[in-house]
């Protein structure tokens, strides 16, 4: 019942930028904690950006570059992206961690987005 749906991704020349957005769809859940994470060609993969209610975390190869936000109201995370470097191309899923509340009890889930290609052009 719980649906991330990620949107924005593309191709991008080097040195501009993309905004990617991720909206919890569903009922009887509350964020605790979203993110993204990019699986480059031929790599692992990585986290790219964290926010809960209290911090952001970033990977060191995107400090300064990414910013994720969050709208609370309407369930979306956001990540603005500048600057982009060739090495920043890969599928980038977005991750939330929910409560999902239900009348027998609440649990903690993971829950992930489809992906969506960045493609960063030399």
């Known amino acids: 019942q719980v649906q991330l749906v990620e949107l924005g991704g593309g191709l991008v020349q080097a040195g501009g930028s993309l905004r990617l957005s991720c909206a919890v769809s569903?009922?009887?859940?509350?964020?605790?904690?979203m993110g993204w994470y990019r699986q480059a060609p031929g790599k692992q993969r990585e986290l790219v950006a964290r926010?809960?209610?209290?911090?952001?975390n970033y990977a060191d190869s995107v400090k300064g570059r990414f910013t994720i936000t969050r709208d609370n109201a309407k369930n979306t995370v956001y990540l603005q992206m500048n600057s982009l470097k060739p090495e920043d191309t890969g599928v980038y899923y977005c991750?939330?961690?929910?409560?999902?509340?239900?009348?027998?009890?609440?649990?903690?889930?993971?829950?992930w987005g489809q992906g969506t290609q960045v493609t960063v052009s030399s």
């Open positions: 569903g009922s009887g859940f509350s964020i605790n904690a």
């Open positions: 926010i809960n209610s209290f911090v952001t």
């Open positions: 991750h939330a961690d929910l409560t999902v509340i239900l009348l027998t009890g609440a649990k903690i889930q993971d829950y």
